[in-house]
């Protein structure tokens, strides 16, 4: 079994749990005071996991990223406190990022705060949202606006669950995957896991021969970034890369027709030709990234909207400050840099 720990220095302790079959002992993580959320997709898929939580204290929500709103978190903030949740109580959130994310929030918000325990069934949720304790829902202003910083006391990662996971949803996991594959020099992580010589190896689904290694690489990343900057005042912010781009689309979409990793890719895309463009990256590495997205097929939708209508969202985007868009951009392989003096045209320019 892998453990990876983060130990901020608030003395707040997040224990990553990776194996395969780790799901089979589950019973030797819960009791009676543990909620379990999940949604009716994984409901259906995984009843027998359900079956071991009493009936009353299992939340379902609906699924989809739409759903990932107010009105689902005051449903499950009701049914809480409806079955009368106490401080000593635990949430297990099982499910994708946005079972997680909107657990993770009703842990934190819930009576001031409860102990959370998450179990990421996609992907994209083991290898990068179950971990670090971002929570939280969209808003019609945005993704992610409400929310809160709040670690999982446990993350139990499982390989198995991806058994069931569709082809699709695997690559939009590989999308974040991507993400860390060139940030990884950024990330001051005291292992070298070449995860871009890695993804490089592979034509498109056979990665998932590595992908128990490729799982433990990004949550160690991860992990390490989280812990010298649980909060995000400088460190964390690489873990955006593309995101300003992908926030952008994505509130455009109105969640529905483009998923999260999907839209990374896009703004990783994005990121990389403003790289080039601007004279940072040379003709060789953004090809190698182009080939990269391409090769995982993450660039297969067509994404096309007003470009003001994207530079808008993304100046409203809540990593801007003092009205210039931050945005990071990729420097050499594996790394990434932070520039705040990036002009409006260019950012135009490197919309596709
Ligand atoms: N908190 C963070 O740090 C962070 C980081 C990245 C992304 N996110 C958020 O994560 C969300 C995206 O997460 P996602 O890609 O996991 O999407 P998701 O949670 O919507 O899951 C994708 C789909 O797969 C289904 N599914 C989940 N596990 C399955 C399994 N094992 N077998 C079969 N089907 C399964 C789900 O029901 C859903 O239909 C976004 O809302 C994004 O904002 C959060
Ligand atoms: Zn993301």
Do not use: W
């Not at 998450?118 to 606006?145: E, H, R, V, W």
């Not at 139990?156 to 860390?180: A, H």
């Not at 530079?311 to 931050?326: A, P, T």
């Not at 045209?345 to 490197?350: D, F, K, L």
Request: with cysteine.
């Amino acid at each position: 079994m892998e453990k990876i720990v983060i130990s901020s220095n608030e003395n707040i302790k997040s224990e990553i749990l990776i194996e395969k079959g780790l799901i089979n002992s589950i019973e030797d993580f819960i009791n009676d005071n543990f909620f379990l959320i999940t949604n009716d997709t994984l409901a259906k898929l995984y009843s027998d996991i359900v079956k071991k939580f009493d009936k009353k204290r299992v939340i379902i929500i609906k699924d989809g990223e739409k759903y990932k709103n107010i009105k689902t978190y005051t449903q499950i903030i009701n049914k809480l406190l409806k079955e009368k949740i106490e401080r000593k109580d635990t949430i297990v959130a099982l499910g994708g990022g946005v079972v997680g994310d909107l657990a993770g929030f009703c842990a934190s918000s819930v009576l001031r705060g409860v102990k959370l325990i998450q179990i990421p069934t996609t992907l994209l949720a083991m290898c990068d949202s179950s971990i670090g304790g971002k929570t939280g829902f969209n808003s019609q202003y945005g993704k992610n606006l409400i929310g809160s910083f709040y670690l999982a006391n446990k993350v139990l990662i499982d390989p198995v669950f991806l058994n069931t996971l569709n082809e699709y949803q695997y690559k939009c996991g590989l999308g974040e995957i991507v993400k860390y594959a060139l940030i990884e020099k950024s990330c001051k992580c005291e292992i070298n896991y070449n995860l871009l010589d890695v993804l490089s190896k592979y034509q498109s689904l056979d990665v998932k021969k590595e992908i128990e290694y490729i799982i433990k690489a990004c949550v160690h990343l991860k992990a390490r970034v989280v812990e010298l900057d649980r909060l995000e005042g400088s460190l964390r912010k690489i873990l955006n890369f593309g995101h300003t781009y992908a926030h952008a689309v994505e509130t455009l979409s109105n969640y529905k027709k483009i998923s999260h990793g999907e839209a990374v890719a896009y703004g990783i895309n994005c990121a990389a030709k403003l790289s080039y463009n601007l004279g940072i990256i040379d003709r060789d590495y953004f090809n190698r990234i182009d080939y990269l997205l391409n090769k995982f097929q993450l660039l297969q939708k067509e994404i096309k909207y007003k470009k003001t209508d994207i530079i808008e969202i993304m100046k409203q985007d809540k990593k801007v400050e003092n009205q210039k868009i931050n945005l990071l951009v990729p420097t050499a392989p594996a790394v990434v840099g932070l520039f705040d003096n990036i002009d409006l045209p260019s950012i135009e320019a490197s919309l596709p």
